[in-house]
T-cell receptor, first 116, second 113 residues
């Protein structure tokens, strides 16, 4: 069965520090998709990135970057030069293409607190 | 392009009462999903629709839960005979096709007295 593990429950950093959020997944499918979502204190889930299992290229978007490694079943998220506005709960999620299950399986989330 | 809209934002009810939530997806999104999120946890899948067809239901969705999406537009989630354990945030999401990013609404927070 599919599973997503975010072992870091809470991380606290000081502004301008770099921080990496870990995500490890389990799936039997060879075709699957990985996602990151941000949930700020206001509560809405905001989509950040989608990556399919055949694309292992790292991606950078501004201060955000993602490292996908199939060999270790990991999809880690790094925020460079963190800012107070980055404070939120971040969720990693998985959806499987082959089994036909289209719903997202979420990890339990990592709460990031960025102190000024 | 308006986002996913959910109503109400908050619902407080007594145990044993029935409640109904509404979700309006992003227009032209054919897939609509319901999730439940409890404090400190990630969202858990409940059910999803492709157009008006309900294609999958989670084991979490007991017989007291029912969802509809008439005409493939808005959706409703009804909980009958509410229990304390139903207290949670109920999230709706929509997407344009399978495995495309799901866009979430602000959720309906249900509190059972």
């Amino acid at each position: 069965a599919q599973k997503v593990t975010q072992a870091q429950t809470e991380i606290s950093v000081v502004e301008k520090e770099d921080v990496t959020l870990d995500c490890v997944y389990e799936t039997r499918d060879t075709t699957y998709y990985l996602f990151w979502y941000k949930q700020p204190p206001s509560g809405e889930l905001v989509f950040l990135i989608r990556r399919n299992s055949f694309d292992e290229q790292n991606e950078i978007s501004g201060r955000y970057s993602w490292n996908f490694q199939k060999s270790t079943s990991s999809f880690n998220f790094t925020i460079t030069a963190s800012q107070v506005v980055d404070s939120a709960v971040y969720f990693c999620a998985l959806s499987e293409a082959e089994t036909g299950r289209r719903a997202l399986t979420f990890g339990s989330g990592t709460r990031l607190q960025v102190q000024p | 392009d308006t986002g996913v809209s959910q109503d109400p934002r908050h619902k407080i009810t007594k145990r044993g009462q029935n409640v109904t939530f509404r979700c309006d997806p992003i227009s032209e999104h054919n897939r609509l999903y319901w999730y439940r999120q409890t404090l400190g946890q990630g969202p858990e899948f409940l059910t999803y629709f492709q157009n008006e067809a309900q294609l999958e239901k989670s084991r979490l969705l007991s017989d007291r839960f029912s969802a509809e999406r008439p005409k493939g537009s808005f959706s409703t989630l009804e909980i009958q005979r509410t229990e304390q354990g139903d207290s949670a945030m109920y999230l709706c999401a929509s997407s344009l096709g399978s495995n495309r990013p799901q866009h979430f609404g602000d959720g309906t927070r249900l509190s059972i007295l």
